[in-house]
């Protein structure tokens, strides 16, 4: 949850149409301002909401590819790609989406660079893969 905290207070985090908060409200579009967004919500309909605040639900498929998506986006712009590799070899304290290894390699070649843990459930993987682009390209 600490992560996700540090990903929605990001600068350059781009909620997406389908992308659901830690409180099940569905991302759906922008305001024109940009600060507020139509926001499903489970068993009340649609509401107009601020964005600011909302954490991401790092569990959701919808929202691990739009994170996945925007990583790839910055790691790209910066000269990298990124890879996530599933772990099948150690299944203790496996979660439900699985283990990833992340490998992030220059375009001519492997960098060294490792500032993330080794062994990560999916969406935990992909935001902090996205803040360290983010933090990178600032």
């Not at 639900?57 to 990583?71: F, H, K, V, W, Y």
């Not at 000269?79 to 490998?103: C, H, I, K, M, Q």
């Not at 070649?109 to 993987?125: S, T």
């Amino acid at each position: 949850m600490e992560l996700a905290k540090r990903l929605a207070a990001a600068k350059g985090l781009r909620w997406r149409r389908g992308m659901r908060s830690t409180k099940g409200q569905t991302f759906i579009a922008h305001a024109d301002d940009g600060d507020a967004a139509w926001i499903e919500v489970e068993d009340d309909g649609c509401d107009w909401l601020r964005v600011a605040g909302k954490v991401p639900d790092l569990a959701d498929a919808a929202t691990i590819g739009c994170i996945e998506e925007q990583a790839r986006e910055v790691w790209d712009g910066l000269g990298y790609r990124v890879r996530l590799e599933e772990v099948t070899y150690d299944t203790a304290g496996a979660s439900p989406t699985g283990n990833f290894r992340l490998y992030i390699t220059e375009r001519l070649g492997r960098l060294d660079f490792d500032p993330l843990p080794p062994v990560l459930p999916r969406g935990e993987a992909w935001a902090l893969c996205l803040l360290a682009g983010l933090e990178r390209a600032a």
